[in-house]
C-alpha cells in the first residue's frame, strides 16, 4: 500500500512563503502523476497543482504565478513552493499521486495524503 507523507505547512503571514514536501512510500505505478489539492472549510475541494513524470506542469487558476511545483523522480517525491501568499489561501492541502495527469486533475488519483495545514494571517 503506497503511503503519501507531507510536511512543511504551518502558520505565515500574507505575503509570506512556504514549501510543502510530500514523500511516496514507493514509485505509484509507470506513468505516475502528481500534485495537490486544497480544501478549505465550508468549500469545496480545489485543484493546486500538479505535475507529470517528465516535468510537464499544470497550475490551478488561483494560483498561478505564485506557487510553484516540483519532483523528484528518484526519490518519488514532490514540493509545492507557496509564494506571495493570501488568506484565502488557508486551507487543509492534500499530496497526491498515482494513474496519468487527467485522472489526478479529476480529483481522481488513487493515493493521498493525510493533508497539511496551511493557514496564512491578514
Known amino acids: 500500500q503506497v503511503q503519501l507523507v507531507e510536511s512543511g505547512g504551518g502558520l505565515v503571514q500574507a505575503g509570506g512563503s512556504l514549501r510543502l514536501s510530500c514523500a511516496a512510500s514507493?514509485?505509484?505505478?509507470?506513468?505516475?502523476?502528481m500534485g495537490w489539492f486544497r480544501q478549505a472549510p465550508g468549500k469545496e475541494r480545489e485543484f493546486v497543482a500538479a505535475?507529470?513524470?517528465?516535468?510537464?506542469?499544470a497550475y490551478g487558476d488561483s494560483v498561478k504565478g505564485r506557487f510553484t511545483i516540483s519532483r523528484d523522480n528518484v526519490k518519488n517525491s514532490v514540493r509545492l513552493q507557496m509564494d506571495s501568499l493570501k488568506p484565502e489561501d488557508t486551507a487543509l492541502y492534500y499530496c497526491?499521486?498515482?494513474?496519468?495527469?487527467?485522472?489526478?486533475?479529476?480529483?481522481?488519483?488513487?493515493?493521498w495524503g493525510q493533508g497539511t495545514q496551511v493557514t496564512v494571517s491578514s
Open positions: 514507493e514509485r505509484t505505478g509507470p506513468t505516475y502523476a
Open positions: 497526491v499521486a498515482g494513474g496519468v495527469y487527467s485522472t489526478l486533475r479529476a480529483g481522481k488519483a488513487p493515493y
Open positions: 505535475i507529470t513524470r517528465n516535468g510537464e506542469t
